[in-house]
C-alpha cells in the first residue's frame, strides 16, 4: 500500500511542470476599457497566460513592429491554449474604444487578442509602477504622444510577469511563443 501511494505521489509530482522564470512584479488591477467599449479589469487575465504591450494606433515607429510581431506571436500559440493577448494604448486622448475598434479590425488574426484604453494618467501609473516600464512625458510637436516601451511583458496564470521580451529582438516571436507555452504547461 504505501508503495502505491509512493507511486502515485512520483506521477503526480512527474506531471507537473514548472517553469524556471522568476516571478518578477504582480500584474495590478487596472480599471481600462476595451476596443468593445465595455469595461475590463485587468485582473480578469487571471487564469490566462497573457502577453501585454504598450502600443497606440497612429505610431509609425515601435508600434508596427510591436503589433506585427504579436500577430505572428498569435499564430504560433495554439487556439485552445488558455492565453490573451492584450494591447493598452498610450494615447487614450485619440484612441478611443471606436479608434481601437477599427484598428483591431485591421490587425487582430486572434479572438484572444484585446486592445484597451483609459485615462492618461492611469495608463502611465499602470505602466510605470504596474508593469515597470518607460511611459511618461509630455507630448512633443511631431513626437510619440507618450514615451512607451517596446517590450512585451508575459504573465503567468496566476497574474505575475515572469519574463519581459524586447520586440526588436531578432528572435522575439519564436522565444516569446515559447515562454508562452511554457506557461501554460504551469
Given at each position: 500500500?504505501?508503495?502505491?501511494?509512493?507511486?502515485?505521489?512520483?506521477?503526480?509530482?512527474?506531471?507537473?511542470?514548472?517553469?524556471?522564470?522568476p516571478?518578477?512584479?504582480?500584474?495590478?488591477?487596472?480599471?481600462l476599457?476595451?476596443?468593445?467599449?465595455?469595461?475590463?479589469?485587468?485582473?480578469?487575465?487571471?487564469?490566462?497566460?497573457?502577453?501585454?504591450?504598450?502600443?497606440?494606433?497612429n505610431?509609425?515607429?515601435?508600434?508596427?513592429?510591436?503589433?506585427?510581431a504579436?500577430?505572428?506571436?498569435?499564430?504560433?500559440?495554439?487556439?485552445?491554449?488558455?492565453?490573451?493577448?492584450?494591447?493598452?494604448?498610450?494615447?487614450?486622448?485619440?484612441?478611443?474604444?471606436?479608434?481601437?475598434?477599427e484598428?483591431?479590425?485591421?490587425?487582430?488574426?486572434?479572438?484572444?487578442?484585446?486592445?484597451?484604453?483609459?485615462?492618461?494618467?492611469?495608463?502611465?501609473?499602470?505602466?510605470?509602477?504596474?508593469?515597470?516600464?518607460?511611459?511618461?512625458?509630455?507630448?512633443?510637436?511631431?513626437?510619440?504622444?507618450?514615451?512607451?516601451?517596446?517590450?512585451?511583458?508575459?504573465?503567468?496564470?496566476?497574474?505575475?510577469?515572469?519574463?519581459?521580451?524586447?520586440?526588436?529582438?531578432?528572435?522575439?516571436?519564436?522565444?516569446?511563443?515559447?515562454?508562452?507555452?511554457?506557461?501554460?504547461?504551469?
Open positions: 500500500m504505501i508503495r502505491r501511494l509512493a507511486l502515485c505521489a512520483l506521477l503526480l509530482t512527474a506531471c507537473h511542470h514548472s517553469s524556471d522564470l516571478r518578477l512584479f504582480e500584474v495590478p488591477s487596472a480599471h476599457v476595451a476596443e468593445t467599449g465595455k469595461p475590463v479589469d485587468l485582473a480578469a487575465n487571471k487564469g490566462y497566460v497573457t502577453v501585454y504591450d504598450f502600443i497606440f494606433t505610431c509609425a515607429a515601435s508600434c508596427p513592429v510591436m503589433t506585427g504579436l500577430r505572428r506571436i498569435t499564430a504560433k500559440v495554439p487556439k485552445d491554449a488558455k492565453v490573451r493577448f492584450v494591447s493598452i494604448s498610450v494615447d487614450p486622448k485619440r484612441d478611443t474604444p471606436a479608434v481601437l475598434a484598428y483591431a479590425k485591421k490587425v487582430r488574426n486572434d479572438d484572444r487578442w484585446m486592445f484597451l484604453t483609459g485615462d492618461r494618467d492611469a495608463i502611465v501609473k499602470l505602466s510605470v509602477d504596474g508593469f515597470k516600464l518607460a511611459a511618461g512625458g509630455d507630448p512633443q510637436p511631431g513626437a510619440e504622444p507618450l514615451l512607451h516601451s517596446s517590450k512585451f511583458a508575459i504573465a503567468d496564470k496566476d497574474g505575475w510577469i515572469r519574463e519581459y521580451c524586447d520586440s526588436n529582438d531578432d528572435n522575439v516571436v519564436d522565444h516569446v511563443a515559447a515562454t508562452v507555452k511554457d506557461l501554460v504547461r504551469e
